[in-house]
């Protein structure tokens, strides 16, 4: 059995990718490390069978998506006797036009509404993937990110990921596994 198990929640690809780079970090450190989209669990998930868990999430319109919630209250007690983590990705985590108390709040909000304490609770910068929205979306995000002094050519997506940043805090996880 592995023995990290990185969730995530992710609609255009960005939160699925920090999550791929967490468990490459981890696997390199001498680690087993998991990867599976968090909306595809099944009921009888058993959190308890893993040494360490991770939690990704992207925001949308303010939110991190709602059925995490039940799903984090459900694993909270589990959560809380592993190494636990939690990532929150966003506009407002990185980029020209980031917002970092916003990102915080994203996340304080989040990790307050399920009562979970994780000793690591980041947030990182996504992306602007022009390329992946519908043209309602495209206008949407050009509309939102131009107001607050963000990139807004349609014709190429922009990545704010800080990976050094992703790859620390993989590091410090994986210290918190003890020996591999
Ligand atoms: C429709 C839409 C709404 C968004 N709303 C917010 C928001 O309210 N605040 C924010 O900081 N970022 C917002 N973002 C930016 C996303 O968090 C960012 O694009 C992230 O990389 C998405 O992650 P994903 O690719 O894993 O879905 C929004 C993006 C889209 C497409």
């Not at 198990?5 to 450190?29: M, N, P, V």
């Not at 915080?104 to 992946?132: C, I």
């Not at 495209?138 to 704010?160: F, K, N, P």
């Amino acid at each position: 059995m592995p023995n990290v198990l990185i969730l995530y929640a992710s609609t255009e690809g960005q939160t699925a990718r920090i999550a791929d780079r967490i468990a490459q970090t981890l696997r390199h450190l001498g680690h087993q490390a998991e990867i599976r989209a968090a909306d595809d669990l099944k009921s009888g998930f058993d959190p308890a069978q893993y040494g360490g868990i991770i939690l990704g999430a992207a925001i949308h319109y303010g939110h991190h998506p709602a059925y995490l919630r039940p799903l984090v209250r459900r694993c909270r007690d589990a959560l809380e006797s592993i190494p636990s983590a939690f990532f929150s990705v966003s506009l407002s985590g990185g980029g020209p036009g980031a917002k970092p108390e916003a990102a915080r709040r994203y996340l304080d909000v989040f990790l307050r509404q399920v009562a979970w304490h994780p000793e690591q609770a980041v947030s990182f910068g996504g992306a602007l993937q022009f390329s992946k929205y519908a043209a309602w979306k495209r206008m949407l995000m050009v509309m939102i990110v131009g107001y607050a002094g963000g990139d807004t050519d349609t014709a190429r997506d922009y990545e704010y990921t800080d990976w050094a940043a992703v790859e620390a805090f993989s590091a410090s996880f994986a210290k918190r596994l003890g020996p591999s």
